[in-house]
């Protein structure tokens, strides 16, 4: 019942920006960490950052000081503010969550928003 809906995904030039979001919905009563993975055809997915329920926050070394995660707890959602695109950073972008529906932990995938930087 659970389900992550991701958005903001889209075309940037190399040196723009995009952000995007992440809601989650259905029977949340809470959620631990929350992040933001990338894939490209022919390679694993891969870690881009994460944001636990305190707030601390974890980066790949390879969008440190460009990208920053943020999340608002009421509204079960995370964010990714992206600035400085590199070419690099193009790949489909998946939400993810560790939550508690109420009487077990599980862990949910969105279904990927495609980010497309042009060089």
């Known amino acids: 019942q659970v389900q992550l809906v991701e958005s903001g995904g889209g075309l940037a030039q190399t040196g723009g920006s995009l952000r995007l979001s992440c809601t989650a919905s259905g029977r949340i009563f809470s959620i631990n960490v929350m992040g933001w993975y990338r894939q490209v055809p022919g390679k694993q997915r891969e870690l881009v950052a994460t944001?636990?329920?305190?707030?601390?926050?974890n980066y790949a070394d390879s969008v440190k000081g460009r990208f920053t995660i943020s999340r608002d707890n009421a509204k079960n959602t995370v964010y990714l503010q992206m600035n400085s695109l590199k070419p690099e950073d193009t790949a489909v972008y998946y939400c993810?969550?560790?939550?508690?529906?109420?009487?077990?932990?599980?862990?949910?995938w969105g279904q990927g928003t495609q980010v497309t930087v042009s060089s």
């Open positions: 993810n969550a560790n939550l508690f529906g109420g009487s077990i932990w599980s862990v949910h």
């Open positions: 944001v636990n329920y305190v707030d601390t926050t």
